[in-house]
């Protein structure tokens, strides 16, 4: 019975479109994982350590929005997914956990291994259930409707984790016995898996779901819009092609100014007249009295990293706010939102387009496009040298990716270098492509991000490259193991200012008898023998030129590589600073 429901939880998922699983080894999920192994329409990988298995899960479903279902073993294992499972449910990630349990009669009596398994995760998990031991006295069916439930709870807007607990009895291990199956349940199986031409299909089709506003409200806003002599389309975090092509369109349309955070996909394009690249750094010059008389902001997506936005926008709220964004929750923290929409954007996108007039360039968007273009100019030459900063690196990336490949993004500094001072090469065609970036912003923590990028990059079916700090990469030393193994290339990019750099923008850097040791936190670690260690390519540029030509050649032997970038914490603030100071005496 264990095989069989194994079996059929597997196979229910396939049939569901849900076919990436993430196992870590264990006995208690021997059903699970060998269900998994035996089924060739599963695709399939090895985690050992559960933690990185989460993130790694993670981005595959940034890339995919297709949840990766997870497998573990009993006690513990589990409690290690939680950092994740917290993460994809702030940012409605999809997400399946199959945990293994211990049978009740184990629970609570000190049995090995066996801990409270039930509610694990709290009010994260969108959906979560306690599913029984196999048994022939329960409706296999109970089983298929189960996983159709989990799915469509895990996947259908806003999405996010489901948590099945499987409780198993010995013996997990498939068996030679001679086992007694009731002829009921013969009869059933023959029914349900005998082959046809037809393609195998879930058991319970939920049928697929489009969250849109009333009528009268897109008309409402149509009107708004319409009226609108100076507005600013505020482009966060988008999470498919559709999106991102939806939105473009929509900025076609109304021609106004576009702000696009780095994870909208539009950050780095280069093919979007209206499209005010360094807003961010636009915000601290005196032309920013042009933005003052705005009338409307609609911002799309969620989840922006610049809080110079955040810090201007509060003192100067416009008159009407309009949020978008695909599921329910707040995303407000200055609390200005007057109209709060939910709705699938690419559905809204297209409304609007089909109703809106064609607005006439702006000459007061213009004036903001020069002066974002002359931030450039000036970002450029201040970062032409043979010095590698920070700053310099998260530029030169942003240029020599290839459009095909994904990127990836650690928090902290390297999400914020690229967000001010990325630039986009110009596409290789009039088609310019939307560099798809992800990065874990849900709650912005340091953890997974080597895990998250090796996901991203199953998910994308294309190599990424990855720019992470020195302490999240020491924090996720365990997912260079995932790095030798994955089936896509992943370039890591570490930068070792050797601790936490952003701790020196924040007023405690001043703390100077405390700073060092409890913010700054110096290691004095590299990272070649940890490359060594995993037999992955290895790479220390000492300047600019060495990085690009390493850089480049690790893109061309199309396999993971790790490229360390050596820089100093308290060079890094000064080389913000002055930059900052220069953009800011080109509009003096």
């Known amino acids: 019975m264990n095989q069989l429901w194994g079996y059929l939880i597997v196979e229910e998922l396939l049939r569901n479109g849900v076919n990436y699983f993430v196992i870590s080894p264990g006995s208690r999920s021997t059903p699970l994982t060998v269900a998994v192994a035996q089924n060739a329409r599963a695709s399939k990988i090895i985690c050992l350590d559960e933690r990185a298995a989460a993130f790694h899960a993670i981005g595959y479903a940034r890339a995919t929005g297709n949840p990766a279902v997870l497998i573990c073993t009993s006690g513990t294992a589990a409690a290690n997914y939680f950092p994740a499972v917290i993460e994809a449910a702030i940012d409605n990630i999809p997400l399946i956990i199959l945990s293994s349990d211990r049978p009740p009669e184990l629970r609570q009596t000190g049995a090995n291994q066996t801990i409270n398994q039930v509610n694990l995760y709290g009010d994260y998990p969108v959906w979560q259930f306690d599913l029984p031991c196999p048994t022939a006295e329960i409706n296999p069916n109970v089983v298929l409707t189960t996983i159709d439930l989990a799915v469509s709870k895990s996947r259908q807007a806003p999405g996010g984790v489901v948590h099945l607990n499987c409780m198993f009895r010995e013996p997990l291990a498939p068996t030679d016995s001679p086992v007694e199956v009731p002829e009921s349940l013969l009869k059933w199986s023959e029914s349900r898996f ?40 505020f482009v966060g975090q988008l999470k498919s092609t559709a999106e991102i092509q939806a939105v473009v369109k929509l900025a076609a349309r109304l021609n106004w100014a576009v702000f696009a955070d780095i994870q909208s996909g539009l950050r780095l394009r280069q093919d979007l007249p209206n499209l005010i690249h360094y807003f961010d750094r636009l915000l601290l010059t ?125 928090n902290s500094m390297p999400i914020r270098d690229l967000d001010m001072f990325g630039i986009g090469a110009i596409a290789e065609d009039s088609q310019s492509l939307s560099l798809r970036v992800g990065a874990n912003r849900g709650t912005s923590g340091i953890e997974g991000a080597i895990a998250s990028a090796t996901g991203f990059a199953i998910g994308l079916q294309s190599p990424v490259t990855a720019i992470v700090g020195d302490l999240s990469s020491l924090y996720d ?10 089936s896509q290339p992943v370039i890591v990019v570490i930068i070792n200012n050797d601790g936490g750099g952003i701790f020196s923008f924040l ?57 360390e970038v050596t820089t100093d914490r308290t060079e890094n603030l000064q080389i913000h600073q002055a930059l900052n100071l220069d953009i800011q005496q080109q509009f003096e």
């Open 194 to 233: 005998s082959v046809g031409e037809a393609p195998p299909t879930a058991y319970t089709r939920y049928a697929a779901k489009l969250t849109i506003p009333a009528t009268a409200e897109i008309q409402s806003l149509v009107d708004t819009l319409a009226s609108t002599a100076r507005g600013i389309l």
């Open 286 to 410: 005196d032309i920013v009295v042009e933005l003052e008389q705005i009338e409307t902001i609609v911002q799309i997506g969620t989840r922006i990293v610049s809080a110079q936005w955040f810090k201007w926008i509060e003192k100067h709220p416009p008159k009407n706010y309009i949020a978008i964004a695909d599921n329910p929750d707040r995303y407000d923290p200055n609390h200005l939102v007057s109209l709060r929409i939910e709705s699938d954007i690419a559905y809204l996108c297209d409304r609007l387009c089909e109703q809106l007039p064609q607005f006439s360039p702006s000459i007061w968007v213009q004036k903001l496009r020069a002066a974002s273009d002359r931030i450039g100019v000036t970002a450029a030459n201040f970062l032409k040298t043979s010095k590698l900063t920070e700053p310099l690196i998260a530029r030169t990336i942003s240029e020599l990716i290839p459009s095909q490949h994904g990127l990836w993004v650690s």
């Open 477 to 486: 030393l365990n997912s260079f193991a995932l790095l030798r193994h994955n």
């Open 507 to 563: 007023p405690i850097a001043k703390s100077t008898q405390l700073f060092d040791t409890y913010f700054g936190t110096p290691h004095g670690l590299d990272f070649q023998h940890a490359a060594a260690m995993f037999k992955l390519d290895y790479y220390h540029p000492q300047n600019s030129d060495e990085f690009i030509h390493t850089y480049q050649q690790a893109v061309d032997n199309h396999r993971s590589a790790i490229i």
